[in-house]
């Protein structure tokens, strides 16, 4: 039972290239969410899609976009990164918006 | 003023004692209450829930949740090295979004 996984692990992109975050959860959850964790700032939500189908706009959305492909997976888009984007992005998962999240292992990524 | 808030610590306690870590936040319709534990360089991970007023006990974690005063808290009875890492306080609010708290570093020393 992998639980929730994110690939890549690390990446580093230079200023204006794009890439896409990968997430995917096999416990059948509902809800999917997309982290950032900087220093000093604790996890901040980017964007949450509450049911396929659906995605929403979380605290820090600028920057990004998402699709929720199906069911099991959620990716995150940055189109034109920027060095205020480097981070540690973490997926997670839940089965509705009162139970617990679980997380993936997170993506440390560095824009220079 | 953040939405939830904790103190960042470091909080250090000896090997052995009560760890007491807090957790104010603002919206009052909030339901759901969580405490997460972070390791350096790894993922949160869950270590209690808590839905009603009063306590709940779980091994040597104890979450206290007073929705009157709005804040929650979790104690760790005797306090082990391993225990030294970041209490994360979430909090689901009315918007459908768990917002997290900036964390307390906890730091148990032998």
């Known amino acids: 039972n992998a639980g929730v996984t994110q690939t890549p692990k690390f990446q580093v992109l230079k200023t204006g290239q794009s890439m896409t975050l990968q997430c995917a959860q096999d416990m059948n959850h509902n809800s999917m969410y997309w982290y950032r964790q900087d220093p000093g700032m604790g996890l901040r939500l980017i964007y949450y899609s509450a049911s396929e189908g659906t995605t929403d706009k979380g605290e820090v959305p600028n920057g990004y976009n998402v699709s929720r492909l199906n069911k099991r997976e959620f990716s995150l888009r940055l189109e034109s990164a920027a060095p205020s984007q480097t981070s540690v992005y973490f997926c997670a998962s839940n089965l509705d918006r009162d139970s617990p999240l679980h997380f993936g292992n997170g993506t440390r990524l560095t824009v220079t | 003023q953040k939405e939830v808030e904790q103190n960042s610590g470091p909080l250090s306690v000896p090997e052995g004692a009560i760890a007491s870590l807090n957790c104010t936040y603002s919206d009052r319709g909030s339901q759901s209450f969580f405490w997460y534990r972070q390791y350096s360089g790894k993922s949160p991970e869950l270590i209690m829930f808590?839905?009603?007023?009063g306590d709940k006990e779980d091994g040597r974690f104890t979450a206290q949740l007073n929705k009157a005063s709005q804040y929650v808290s979790l104690l760790i009875r005797d306090s082990q090295p391993s225990d030294s890492a970041t209490y994360l306080c979430a909090v689901n609010n009315a918007g459908n979004m768990l917002t997290f708290g900036g964390g307390t570093r906890l730091m148990v020393k032998p």
């Open positions: 808590i839905y009603s007023n």
